[in-house]
């Protein structure tokens, strides 16, 4: 059969060959190294953690080689809108060729590519390795009864194929009675013969060759996945796959239409999925059944995506959360990440070491940053609090600032939301008698002693240890035993040691049993402050 004929009476108008756009699409100039990646949503709305880990790894490799990563919309079996892009730019990833900002190897969606699939499945049939085949749905399904009837394997192969070997004028007349058609490669798999690829994460898999002459193209010129992949992936110049491991068991066909155009193929890394541990069992991470799964969890509760992304980089390399641990100082760019060292199996996703990490990021925070990021959150979710952190910037600055920036900083704050409930008490407009009713009354309790303490005792000016060496001596006025050997000795002589006093005067000012640091914030808080606070707290014992 004249195969270029048969091209040109399939295809009459499509003129542009595939050497035009490879010449409108050259070969990057970049690195040998450097890897061009891509995540290719398709437009199911808005992301979910599983979403943003998938394109967290071409993205983190992308740019650790000085590559580049590219966003796109795979919109050929599904027509909803294209929010997956709001996501990623929400959690800064650098996306650096996509469908709004565009590129030179677009468009980026794959709607608007159907002249290039058209003249990628000319240049098949013109060299015999696509045909047209007009068998309508029936049709199909009769094969498919016959198949399973047989207990043959479902597809259209070998002596199902029956288009396959149409003749020229039996083609001919059938597209002139206008029938419809779609263009299935003609495949040269065994299905007896086994393929051995290499896949970056899951090794050397071995797989039976596809045999199959799926549907590259369908009648109304739109691609399903796969040869809609090869082609753009291909233009766009993509290194490397990363995609779900579920399209392990389709890689066969895919690497069969790669050879077939003769293109070089790009490494594939199949990643496996987030998995979450329900009772003894591990399943998917699941949209539907896990709160934590959806973006607006970490949103709400202010978890910032910096956190996120660290969580995701131990995910990506067990390694990475020894070297963080290790390195406050250093940037995650700073890590050198490798696909060796990604699960095969699946990770758990574990929101409590989530929750652990963000504690570490926020607490290498600088205050003045803490404090901005803070207020970006409020701004939208608490708005009070917000102006009331407002108004006093340089006190809520001091006020984060205690046990921070020194070497081994305070792990209290988790994300955003807990800024209230952290430093809250340090304000007097929401500071009243509520602050203490979670508190157990000790013995010790006594309003005069701190009336006293903090009228002849407290000198803001003191350091540290003069502060401390003070209320040691102050103690033994009310029978607190300073030395704590002596006070486990003999307990019942005393109303309590000196580590009694110091919670005498936490509690008083700050309603809680644990605080940061009482030296700091005794610094901060007026006298105004602490009077209204001791009258608070004497109203309270009284009650
Ligand atoms: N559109 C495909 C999906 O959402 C993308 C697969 C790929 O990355 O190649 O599953």
Same mark, same amino acid.
């Given at each position: 059969?004249?195969?270029?004929?048969?091209?040109?009476?399939?295809?009459?108008?499509?003129?542009?060959?595939?050497?035009?756009?490879?010449?409108?699409?050259?070969?990057?100039?970049?690195?040998?190294?450097?890897?061009?990646?891509?995540?290719?949503?398709?437009?199911?709305?808005?992301?979910?953690?599983?979403?943003?880990? $998938?394109?967290?790894?071409?993205?983190?490799?992308?740019?650790?080689?000085?590559?580049?990563?590219? &966003?796109?919309?795979?919109?050929?079996?599904?027509?909803?809108?294209?929010?997956?892009?709001?996501?990623?730019?929400?959690?800064?990833?650098?996306? @650096?060729?996509?469908?709004?900002?565009?590129?030179?190897?677009?468009?980026?969606?794959?709607?608007?590519?159907?002249?290039?699939?058209?003249?990628?499945?000319?240049?098949?049939?013109?060299?015999?390795?696509?045909?047209?085949?007009?068998?309508?749905?029936?049709?199909?399904?009769?094969?498919?009864?016959?198949?399973?009837?047989?207990? @043959?394997?479902?597809?259209?192969?070998?002596?199902?194929?029956?288009?396959?070997? &149409?003749?020229?004028?039996?083609?001919?007349?059938?597209?002139?009675?206008?029938?419809?058609?779609?263009?299935?490669?003609?495949?040269?798999?065994?299905?007896?013969?086994?393929?051995?690829?290499?896949?970056? #994460?899951? *090794?050397?898999?071995?797989?039976?060759?596809? @045999?199959?002459?799926?549907?590259?193209?369908?009648?109304?010129?739109?691609?399903?996945?796969?040869? $809609?992949?090869?082609?753009?992936?291909?233009?766009?110049? #993509?290194?490397?796959?990363?995609?779900?491991?579920?399209? #392990?068991?389709?890689?066969?066909?895919?690497?069969?239409?790669?050879?077939?155009?003769?293109?070089?193929?790009?490494?594939?890394?199949?990643?496996?999925?987030?998995?979450?541990?329900? *009772?003894?069992?591990?399943?998917?991470?699941?949209?539907?059944?896990?709160?934590?799964?959806?973006?607006?969890?970490?949103?709400?509760?202010?978890?910032?995506?910096? /956190?996120?992304?660290?969580?995701?980089?131990? &995910?990506?390399?067990? =390694?990475?959360?020894?070297?963080?641990?290790?390195?406050?100082?250093?940037?995650?760019?700073?890590?050198?990440?490798?696909?060796?060292?990604?699960?095969? /199996?699946?990770?758990?996703?574990?929101?409590?070491?989530?929750?652990?990490?963000?504690?570490?990021?926020?607490?290498?925070?600088?205050?003045?940053?803490?404090?901005?990021?803070?207020?970006?959150?409020?701004?939208?979710?608490?708005?009070?609090?917000?102006?009331?952190?407002?108004? =006093?910037?340089?006190?809520? #600055?001091?006020?984060?600032?205690?046990?921070?920036?020194?070497?081994?900083?305070?792990? @209290?704050?988790?994300?955003?939301?807990?800024?209230?409930?952290?430093?809250?008490?340090?304000?007097?407009?929401?500071?009243?008698?509520?602050?203490?009713?979670?508190?157990?009354i000790k013995k010790f309790y006594k309003p005069e002693i701190l009336e006293d303490y903090f009228e002849n005792v407290y000198?803001?000016?003191?350091?540290?240890?003069?502060?401390f060496n003070k209320i040691k001596e102050f103690s033994v006025k009310y029978n607190f035993c300073p030395d704590n050997k002596e006070y486990k000795l003999n307990p019942d002589k005393y109303l309590g040691n000196v580590s009694d006093i110091c919670e005498l005067i936490r509690v008083m000012?700050?309603?809680?049993?644990?605080?940061?640091?009482?030296?700091?914030?005794?610094?901060?808080?007026?006298?105004?402050?602490?009077?209204?606070?001791i009258?608070?707290f004497?109203?309270?014992l009284?009650?």
């Amino acid at each position: 059969m004249d195969y270029k004929k048969l091209a040109d009476l399939l295809y009459p108008n499509v003129d542009k060959t595939i050497e035009d756009y490879e010449k409108m699409y050259p070969e990057r100039n970049l690195s040998e190294d450097a890897i061009v990646a891509r995540f290719a949503p398709s437009p199911t709305g808005r992301m979910h953690m599983g979403n943003l880990f $998938a394109s967290f790894i071409p993205e983190t490799f992308a740019h650790q080689t000085n590559g580049i990563f590219i &966003l796109r919309i795979e919109d050929t079996d599904d027509k909803r809108a294209i929010e997956n892009g709001e996501d990623l730019k929400a959690y800064k990833y650098r996306i @650096d060729e996509d469908p709004i900002n565009g590129g030179s190897y677009g468009p980026y969606i794959q709607s608007q590519r159907k002249d290039i699939y058209s003249a990628f499945g000319k240049y098949l049939v013109s060299i015999g390795r696509a045909y047209p085949c007009f068998c309508s749905e029936e049709e199909i399904s009769q094969i498919r009864e016959i198949q399973t009837e047989k207990k @043959d394997r479902i597809g259209y192969y070998g002596k199902y194929a029956k288009c396959r070997d &149409l003749t020229y004028e039996e083609i001919e007349e059938k597209i002139k009675n206008g029938n419809p058609w779609v263009l299935r490669l003609k495949s040269n798999g065994d299905f007896n013969k086994k393929i051995v690829f290499k896949d970056l #994460i899951k *090794g050397t898999i071995e797989i039976p060759e596809n @045999d199959i002459d799926h549907v590259l193209i369908k009648s109304d010129g739109i691609p399903p996945y796969a040869f $809609a992949h090869v082609v753009d992936d291909h233009l766009m110049r #993509i290194t490397h796959v990363t995609r779900d491991d579920s399209y #392990i068991s389709s890689v066969p066909y895919h690497l069969e239409i790669w050879e077939s155009f003769g293109f070089k193929v790009p490494k594939y890394a199949h990643i496996s999925p987030l998995n979450k541990k329900e *009772g003894e069992t591990v399943r998917k991470l699941s949209k539907r059944k896990d709160p934590e799964a959806a973006v607006s969890f970490y949103n709400e509760r202010g978890i910032p995506e910096e /956190a996120v992304k660290l969580y995701f980089a131990t &995910l990506l390399n067990s =390694n990475f959360e020894e070297w963080y641990n290790q390195n406050p100082n250093s940037d995650i760019k700073e890590f050198k990440f490798t696909f060796d060292k990604m699960s095969k /199996a699946g990770s758990l996703f574990d929101i409590e070491k989530l929750i652990n990490i963000s504690k570490t990021y926020f607490s290498r925070l600088k205050a003045s940053n803490l404090y901005d990021k803070t207020l970006e959150y409020l701004n939208t979710y608490d708005k009070d609090f917000y102006e009331l952190l407002k108004n =006093n910037k340089e006190y809520t #600055i001091s006020v984060l600032n205690i046990e921070r920036e020194v070497p081994r900083p305070r792990k @209290d704050i988790s994300c955003y939301s807990d800024v209230k409930k952290e430093i809250s008490f340090m304000f007097d407009e929401l500071f009243n008698k509520d602050n203490y009713k979670t508190l157990e009354i000790k013995k010790f309790y006594k309003p005069e002693i701190l009336e006293d303490y903090f009228e002849n005792v407290y000198n803001k000016e003191d350091e540290k240890q003069d502060w401390f060496n003070k209320i040691k001596e102050f103690s033994v006025k009310y029978n607190f035993c300073p030395d704590n050997k002596e006070y486990k000795l003999n307990p019942d002589k005393y109303l309590g040691n000196v580590s009694d006093i110091c919670e005498l005067i936490r509690v008083m000012v700050t309603g809680r049993i644990m605080s940061p640091d009482l030296y700091e914030i005794l610094k901060l808080l007026s006298k105004e402050s602490i009077n209204k606070r001791i009258n608070l707290f004497k109203e309270f014992l009284n009650n």
